[in-house]
């Protein structure tokens, strides 16, 4: 699974380039809710998450977007024998904005995600996994800058 996600990653980030100055056209701050799936759904609390994307633009159609990104969620245990931990994510969205593009607007999104996972106490307290996220959300355009405001709800899935 996780060879498969460095695959699609790489090609994607291939067609993605290729296609557009390899710059970014926006600085976003995001912050949302994170639903933890698979594994973490039964140790972990959902919690809230922040970070920063970088838009890269348009991909394929005006619609979708392509914004790789980085964020955090610290996971508290849903009871006292499991370790809290800190969950930093490198993703590689694609948004699309099915409303179009402009100063309020809303949308859902994908992405591959590499994980590196930091637990606060023990011996082994560093591991990393790929994982994909699904989420929805509106983005905020501030207006004569190239900063966008993002408001996110993201289904976590962990390998």
């Given amino acids: 699974m996780k060879k498969l996600l460095v695959v699609l990653f790489a ?17 976003g701050i995001k912050g949302g809710y994170t ?10 609390d959902n919690n809230w998450d922040f970070g920063v994307l970088f838009d890269m633009g348009n991909f394929i159609f005006q619609s979708l977007k ?13 009871n006292n ?21 402009g100063a309020f607007s809303p949308f859902i999104g994908f992405g591959p995600t590499l994980n590196y996972l930091d637990w606060e106490e023990g011996e082994d307290n560093e591991d990393s996994d790929a994982g994909v ?5 509106l983005m905020l355009g501030i207006a004569g800058t190239p900063f966008d405001l993002l408001l996110e709800a993201r289904y976590k899935f962990i390998d």
């Avoid at 639903?35 to 972990?44: A, G, I, K, L, T």
């Avoid at 392509?66 to 849903?78: M, N, Q, T, V, W």
């Avoid at 024998?81 to 593009?101: A, E, P, R, S, V």
Wanted: net charge negative; hydrophobic share 40%.
């Fill in 133 to 137: 996220d699904l989420f929805a959300g």
């Fill in 11 to 27: 090609a994607a980030l291939l067609v993605s380039f290729s296609s557009n100055d390899l710059f970014a056209r926006g600085i």
């Fill in 35 to 44: 639903w933890m799936q698979d594994d973490n759904s039964d140790v972990y």
């Fill in 66 to 78: 392509f914004r790789p990104g980085l964020d955090y969620i610290s996971c508290e245990g849903k």
């Fill in 81 to 101: 024998n499991t370790l809290n931990k800190d969950i930093w994510g490198i993703h590689f969205d694609w948004y699309w904005h099915f409303m179009g593009d």
